[in-house]
């Protein structure tokens, strides 16, 4: 069973500070997505990364795909408020045959103003 | 946004009753799914289909049957509904590039 282990939990920070969420497996996947959840909303992607070593940048955010695709991380710099939410990550299985995903636990990130 | 409703948004049903949660989408997507979303556990898959009656099972299944008789219309059932199926439900699609999901809005679903 493949599992996306993602670390921490839960984050509170101050406005201002920097911020790493990490993503983690020992299957390799074929791509990996970060997605943001609002309260009350269903997940908003953000990226997808495909190839290992790959690097996107998405304003303040920087997301990584390991070398071997088993793992990712998320980096913010200068959080702020409105980076406030659940982070979740979701790594494409392939060996299904079809596009199915498997998702992390999520991160909760609170940044207070 | 790939127009995905969820329908009923909030329902509170009592256990051993039947209950079907709908998904509709608009943009003729060809892969529909369901979740659920507990705290600590993320989002677990339920049920998906990769075209119309064409549907197999998640890591959750146990207790959760589905139906796609329409592209646009994919349907979860809870024959027996029981208090550990208490949880919000979502709805997803992805199309044939396969490189992003969208999400409806959720069900938010209380078993008494």
């Known amino acids: 069973t493949q599992l996306l282990e993602q670390s921490p939990q839960f984050l509170s920070i101050q406005e201002g500070e920097n911020l790493t969420v990490y993503c983690n497996s020992s299957?390799?996947?074929?791509?990996l997505q970060w997605y943001r959840q609002e309260p009350g909303e269903g997940p908003v992607l953000l990226v997808t990364?495909?190839?290992?070593?790959e690097v996107k940048k998405l304003k303040r955010l920087t997301f990584q795909f390991g070398d071997a695709r088993k793992d990712s991380s998320l980096h913010i710099t200068a959080a702020q408020p409105g980076d406030t939410g659940l982070y979740l990550c979701?790594?494409?299985?392939?060996?299904?045959?079809?596009?199915?995903?498997?998702f992390g636990t999520g991160t909760r990130l609170k940044v207070l103003a | 946004d790939a127009g995905i409703t969820q329908s009923p948004r909030h329902k509170v049903t009592e256990t051993g009753t039947p209950v079907t949660l709908r998904c509709h989408q608009t943009?003729?997507?060809?892969?529909m799914y369901w979740y659920r979303q507990d705290p600590g556990h993320g989002l677990r898959l339920i049920h998906y289909?990769?075209?119309?009656?064409?549907?197999d099972k998640g890591e959750v299944s146990d207790g959760y049957s589905v139906s796609r008789s329409k592209t646009e219309d994919f349907l979860l059932t809870l024959e027996s509904a029981t208090s550990s199926q208490t949880s919000v439900y979502f709805c997803?699609?992805?199309?044939?590039?396969?490189?992003?999901?969208?999400f409806g809005p959720g069900t938010r679903l209380t078993v008494t």
């Open positions: 289909s990769y075209g119309v009656k064409d549907t």
């Open positions: 990364v495909v190839t290992g070593g």
């Open positions: 299957s390799v996947f074929s791509s």
């Open positions: 979701a790594g494409e299985d392939k060996a299904s045959g079809t596009y199915k995903y498997i």
């Open positions: 943009e003729n997507h060809r892969y």
């Open positions: 997803a699609t992805t199309g044939t590039g396969g490189d992003e999901q969208y």
